[in-house]
Nanobody
Framework: QVQLVESGGGLVQAGGSLRLSCAASGRPFSSYAMGWFRQAPGKEREFVASINWSNSNVYYVDSVKGRFTISRDNAKNMVYLQMNSLKPEDTAVYYC??????????????WGQGAQVTVSS
């Protein structure tokens, strides 16, 4: 398994930006697809974005397309989520994940502890 630690969450006004980071350790990072889920209060955890091992293919949930960008740096064992034009409905705990296969419906084998993102109106 790969161990994951998120950072970069916080409080931001609507229209602002944040960048989440996820540091990975353990098994070879570059062999995993990586991504992000989020969970808002009272709601189920939902998929946000994922990226394959070579940075050549990504998936996004429709609600963040054009606003969020996922990327990874295999040399640093890091994955990032740049979030622009944030909306109050983006408020959630964001979880980094690792999946052995890059697929449209991830089946995460590892999770981070979560990072709170709060967007005020």
């Amino acid at each position: 398994q790969v161990q994951l630690v998120e950072s970069g969450g916080g409080l931001v006004q609507a229209g602002g930006s944040l960048r989440l980071s996820c540091a990975a350790s353990g098994r070879p990072f570059s062999s995993y697809a990586m991504g992000w889920f989020r969970q808002a209060p009272g709601k189920e955890r939902e998929f946000v974005a994922s990226i394959n091992w070579s940075n050549s293919n990504v998936y996004y949930v429709d609600s963040v397309k054009g606003r969020f960008t996922i990327s990874r740096d295999n040399a640093k064992n890091m994955v990032y989520l740049q979030m622009n034009s944030l909306k109050p409905e983006d408020t959630a705990v964001y979880y980094c994940f690792a999946d052995r296969v890059f697929r449209q419906r991830p089946v995460p084998g590892s999770w981070g502890q979560g990072a709170q993102v709060t967007v005020s109106s």
